[in-house]
């Protein structure tokens, strides 16, 4: 058991090692957030599943894992982060092999879930662990390090995907976390000190049963919104009363944690704490806004350029490879200088590279043009997810650390998923406006009787984000003409939406940026006290 951590050097011997092997877990689980979805057509053929079944073997695991994060991180406070870590990565192997060897979708929907709640298990517990293992002067370091991995795995997710579902089939992206998972758990065992801090905690049952239900009907209706167009799910319930109902049991939550007698499950104290307040809105307003890039801009280069998923996997991965080196470098920058700073260049940048894409991208461009503004995106990532996480949990007690650190997950994995939400909405809006248009503007191209069925058809074609069908029983000229218009029509007006999703984006990035100004200035150690302690 470890106690509060002195303010020069690391709680343990070798700290960049048990941060090695914890960032590991974090990783995977991180990287099964995003490797699935390159899978989906395979999943559909390879199990029978349907496309809503398929799409709930990815929201399940989201689902999971945003509703359970405060309720974890205040475990690892309870019973010990070692503990609760290793408990994830098992529960998260053990379901991965599940996983691949689903035969039915019921079966790997259960495994999905399963993975969640490994995933919400260890994940808080890496951030817990940072504050307990190192002083103040080191956590910008450390915190790089868990950037780094935060910004490579959901661009690598794809790509990785790709290559095993092409060579080795779709099982096999499960099956891959099981000798990680196993090697981890093992390493966890044997270098990972037994992290808690020294006075024990009790357990907020009403607040978990509260904040997950509360957390659960927001995140549904919100992953779930487009799906039922944002009205009836079934009978009297609908997307907004599921979502009204999570408002209150949230709010009854708070309520409860001013009232209850014994420890609240979070500790409200924490938000009177101004860096912990204004870093958790930061991170709600930078995932609203971070979220659509990588979105936008794979559906541009699949359905509007023609790359296939693995490459336009390759095409964000300089972006992903410089969001990595960049968190490790503006981690040490924000040791040195204050992470305020570092975070507010970086969400400035981000902005940029936005506007960049927005005015380089075309229907015919490619990925080419692309690239400028996806360089400056990568540099900007980097100087960012270290020094949010560095500011938003400075000053916290680590008594506190796993409550903090799952009020902040659960923050911004709700500014992601109402970011995804809004993005989708936003774009699929502006692009069936620019599509009736642009097919009109075609349309005249091809013989009278078909010029309405494909501006009907093109307006349909955008709300799958992808360009019309061409009918049955047409001519070989017809069909060619029909389909070359409408891959035209698609690109042109998906082009134009996404320019309008980018630069509203990048507004909303700006809008954090700003509040940086709110955060408390910090003090950080001359360059030569750091390397000090970095010797200690």
Not at 327 to 333: C, N
Request: charged residues 10%.
């Amino acid at each position: 058991m470890l106690d509060n951590n002195s303010a020069d050097r690391p709680a343990v011997q070798r700290p960049w090692l048990v941060l090695g092997i914890l960032c590991t877990g974090f990783f995977m689980s991180l990287l099964d957030a995003t490797i699935v979805n390159i899978a989906v057509p395979t999943l559909i053929d390879g199990i029978g599943a349907s496309y809503d079944q398929v799409l709930w073997v990815i929201d399940a695991y989201l689902l999971v894992f945003s509703a359970l994060l405060i309720t974890t991180g205040r475990l690892g406070d309870t019973f010990g982060y070692r503990r609760l870590f290793l408990i994830g990565v098992s529960a998260f192997t053990a379901a991965s092999a599940l996983c691949g060897l689903a035969s039915t979708p019921g079966q790997l929907l259960g495994a999905r879930v399963l993975q969640g709640l490994g995933a919400a298990l260890l994940f808080p517990q890496v951030i817990s662990s940072i504050l307990t293992i190192f002083p103040p002067r080191m956590r910008g370091r450390a915190f790089g390090v868990f950037g780094a991995i935060a910004g490579l795995a959901p661009v690598l997710g794809p790509v990785l995907g790709g290559f095993i579902v092409d060579h080795l089939g779709w099982r096999w992206i499960f099956f891959v976390n099981v000798p990680i998972g196993v090697a981890t758990a093992v390493l966890a065992l044997v270098f990972v000190p037994a992290l808690r801090v020294a006075r024990p905690h009790q357990i907020d049952l009403v607040g978990v049963v509260l904040a997950t239900a509360g957390l659960s009907g927001i995140v549904f209706g919100l992953i779930e919104g487009e799906r039922y167009d944002w009205g009836t799910i079934s009978g009297p319930i609908g997307i907004p009363s599921v979502i009204a109902a999570g408002v209150v049991l949230l709010a009854l939550f708070v309520g409860w944690q001013h009232v209850q007698r014994g420890e609240p499950l979070v500790p409200l104290g924490l938000f009177a704490g101004r860096n912990f307040a204004v870093g958790n809105w930061i991170g709600f307003v930078f995932q609203l806004g971070m979220i659509g890039i990588a979105f936008v801009l794979v559906l541009d280069l699949q359905m509007a350029q023609g790359y296939s998923p693995l490459e336009a996997g390759f095409v964000l991965l300089p972006n992903a490879v410089l969001t990595a080196i960049g968190s490790a470098y503006a981690g040490r920058l924000a040791d040195e200088i204050g992470g305020k700073r570092v975070l507010a260049a970086g969400m400035i940048m981000l902005a940029l590279g936005l506007v960049v894409i927005a005015a380089m991208a075309g229907p015919d461009s490619g990925a080419w043009p692309l690239l400028p503004g996806l360089l400056i995106i990568g540099i900007a990532s980097g100087a960012t997810f270290a020094p949010l996480q560095q500011v938003t949990m400075d000053g916290v007690d680590p008594r506190f650390a796993g409550a903090a650190s799952g009020v902040a997950g659960t923050t911004r994995q709700v500014g992601g998923v109402l970011g995804t939400a809004l993005v989708g909405a936003v774009l699929a809006s502006c692009l069936n406006s620019a599509l009736r248009g642009e097919a009109e503007l075609r349309a005249d191209q091809l013989p009278a009787g078909l010029r309405a069925q494909f501006v009907e058809s093109a307006v349909a074609g955008g709300g799958k984000f992808s360009p019309p069908p061409v009918p049955a029983g047409l001519s070989p000229e017809d069909a060619a003409l029909f389909a070359r218009l409408g891959h035209e029509t698609f690109a042109v007006g998906f082009v134009s939406a996404m320019q309008v999703v980018l630069l509203a984006s990048a507004a909303v990035l700006v809008v954090a940026a700003l509040f940086c100004f709110a955060l408390k200035g910090n003090d950080r150690a001359p360059r030569g006290e750091v390397a000090k302690a970095d010797a200690s």
